[in-house]
């Protein structure tokens, strides 16, 4: 038989050959989805171990900072409170314009 004559002759299959390729394709389906699941794993972990590293930095910085600035420990706390005073008054002050107003609008 000729290479024309094998390009001529249409592609026979059979259900046996179907079967055998069909369980070939599971099997690198199978391995594809073990390669993933493992690079998955890899990268978690290499998520979790760049955030524990950032956070143990941070953690270092400020106990740095605590160590060589002891007399800022004492007026960090105020200033934060003052912010969140201020930040309430802001907001209690508008509530009483923003009912006022939504009043007006509803006559």
Sequence with gaps: MSDEEKLEKPYQSSPEKTLITL??????????????????????QQLEHQ?????????????AEMKTNPSDLDSQPKESNE????????V?????NSLKKEKKILH
């Design 83 to 90: 912010i969140e005073k201020n930040a309430l008054l802001e």
């Design 51 to 63: 955030l524990l590293t950032q956070n143990t930095e941070k953690q270092d910085s400020l106990n």
């Design 92 to 96: 209690k002050q508008q509530i009483p």
């Design 23 to 44: 369980e070939q394709l599971s099997q690198t389906i199978e391995v594809m989805t073990s390669v993933v699941n493992r690079l998955r794993q890899h990268l978690s």
